[in-house]
T-cell receptor
Framework: QQQVKQSPQSLIVQKGGIPIINCAYE??????FPWYQQFPGKGPALLIA?????SEKKEGRFTISFNKSAKQFSLHIMDSQPGDSATYFC???????????????FGKGTLLTVNP | KAGVTQTPRYLIKTRGQQVTLSCSPI?????VSWYQQTPGQGLQFLFE???????NKGNFPGRFSGRQFSNSRSEMNVSTLELGDSALYLC?????????????FGEGSWLTVV
């Protein structure tokens, strides 16, 4: 059972474009939603994260939008650059409930290519 | 500050053998978790340790095991290797005292089973 569904699988944009990656979750116990960026040959690195008590969070050119009622969240990359070309993973974690609160559940990833 | 260090970075094993992977967490971090990354299944949680105790375990067979030492360093072992175990194995660390602590990943150990 895939608890976090991510789309699209791949995305190609031109420099300056605004790629949008979407994720949906099923488990209402999730209350922490990070996004990770992974370059080839490297491990995933935390990009930005959001808690469900806010609907939007911005850090630099990266913005997370969160819709708690729809159980969906998305990543927007403003003014995308070729250096942003990487695989992006959304994830979910239950922080406040016990049992699995030290475990990240990941989406399948989106391969983003930003053309010059 | 050094990041999460994993050794070896690359290894090739034969089906039926066993393998041990090592992980040194960021200094001061007491939680270490392991993930398996494959093209088909993506990133999947294996297990998490804090102060030498396993707090969480994913849905993997008993051939996958791990342990954590008193200095927070961790090892994971896979016995009786199968072709499907070929994957990137990622170690991650966090302070661990609060479940919202940021989780930092190493660069992984690439395992190929032939």
């Amino acid at each position: 059972q895939q608890q976090v569904k991510q789309s699209p699988q791949s995305l190609i944009v031109q420099k300056g474009g605004i790629p949008i990656i979407n994720c949906a979750y099923e488990n209402t116990a999730f209350d922490y939603f990070p996004w990770y960026q992974q370059f080839p040959g490297k491990g995933p690195a935390l990009l930005i994260a959001i808690r469900p008590d806010v609907s939007e969070k911005k850090e630099g050119r990266f913005t997370i939008s969160f819709n708690k009622s729809a159980k969906q969240f998305s990543l927007h990359i403003m003014d995308s650059q070729p250096g942003d070309s990487a695989t992006y993973f959304c994830a979910a974690q239950s922080i406040t409930r016990g049992g699995s609160n030290y475990k990240l559940t990941f989406g399948k990833g989106t391969l983003l290519t930003v053309n010059p | 500050k050094a990041g999460v260090t994993q050794t070896p970075r690359y290894l090739i094993k034969t089906r039926g053998q066993q393998v041990t992977l090592s992980c040194s967490p960021i200094s001061g971090h007491r939680s270490v978790s392991w993930y398996q990354q494959t093209p088909g299944q993506g990133l999947q949680f294996l297990f998490e340790y804090f102060s030498e105790t396993q707090r969480n375990k994913g849905n993997f067979p008993g051939r996958f095991s791990g342990r954590q030492f008193s200095n927070s360093r961790s090892e994971m072992n896979v016995s009786t290797l199968e072709l499907g175990d070929s994957a990137l194995y990622l170690c991650a660390s966090s302070l661990g005292s609060y479940s919202g602590n940021t989780i930092y990943f190493g660069e992984g150990s690439w395992l190929t089973v032939v």
